[in-house]
């Protein structure tokens, strides 16, 4: 039997969304449902509806210990991005099992076949980003301009 919980709402502002998830170790505890079957993953929870992303998909994951993704996959054209912030598991990339623990950044092709699954005594936790392959044009220094405004934080 699973626990639900509240998935938070995001709040608002002009030029910002804002959700708060709480800490790691109650990642494990949402439940939000995969829009392509409505199947539910314990500890999955997709951000970009939540707060309204346009140019990438997050993903917040808490994998109890022993678990798996019951399948594999491949993106159409996005990349993903996974980092591992805490647990120890393994990642199946194509044939390839590569370890990964917390400090652990994987960046996978779309279309690479992947799979990961929980091999410690801990859960899990990371969080997967995807951006569609190729399509980052400008970044930090070319994409970011610093203003004349000093911080106030009053």
Known sequence: MTTEIEIPTAKNYPNASVAHFGPLEKWKETRVPLKQTGDVYP????????????????????????????????????????????????????????????????????????????????????????AKAGSLMQWTAEDGTITSQEPNWE
């Not at 994951?61 to 993106?75: F, K, R, T």
């Not at 991005?81 to 092709?109: C, H, W």
Request: with cysteine.
């Open 43 to 130: 500890g999955k929870t997709w951000i970009k509806d939540l707060l309204g992303l346009t140019g990438l998909e997050l993903s917040l994951s808490s994998m109890p210990a022993g678990a798996s993704v019951p399948y594999e996959h491949i993106h159409d054209q996005n990349e993903e991005l996974y980092l591992f912030l805490s647990g120890k598991g393994q990642m199946k990339l194509d044939n390839k099992i590569i370890d990964v623990e917390a400090g652990s950044v994987v960046r996978v092709d779309p279309a690479a076949v992947r799979c990961w699954r929980n091999t410690g005594t801990a859960d899990l936790v990371h969080i997967v980003i995807q």
